[in-house]
């Protein structure tokens, strides 16, 4: 049974850092990627990292380029996002996603359980 476990979320101010890391039991997984929900708003992608061969493809939205990273273990099992230069419009509820291959769709993948993240002085 696959199981992701989120951890590394708080309270910062501005300009502060944060590490994201989201822990896979039960499987490996070829695709990860970090989503956010704010109040009020959809859920959208932060950033995802595909995993071809040796080759890792990391995307990020634009609202987080030159900011934030997004990485992995070498053995496929743990997703980390270092958020750096954090802005309040960053606060959300972070949620980690998995899936065994880049290209499944999102009704088949895992989510972690959310970590609240706050950008406020």
């Known amino acids: 049974q696959v199981q992701l476990v989120e951890s590394g979320g708080g309270l910062v101010q501005p300009g502060g850092s944060l590490r994201l890391s989201c822990a896979a039991s039960?499987?490996?997984?070829?695709?990860m990627g970090w989503y956010r929900q704010a109040p009020g708003k959809e859920r959208e992608l932060v950033a995802s990292?595909?995993?071809?061969?040796?080759?890792?493809?990391?995307d990020y939205a634009d609202s987080v380029k030159g900011r934030f990273t997004i990485s992995r273990s070498n053995d496929k099992k743990t997703v980390y996002l270092q958020m750096n230069s954090l802005r309040p419009e960053d606060t959300a509820v972070y949620y980690c996603?998995?899936?065994?291959?880049?290209?499944?769709?999102?009704?088949?993948?895992?989510w972690g359980q959310g970590t609240q993240v706050t950008v406020s002085s």
């Open positions: 039960g499987s490996i997984f070829n695709a």
């Open positions: 996603n998995m899936k065994r291959n880049p290209w499944q769709p999102l009704w088949d993948s895992y």
């Open positions: 990292i595909a995993i071809t061969g040796n080759t890792n493809y990391a």
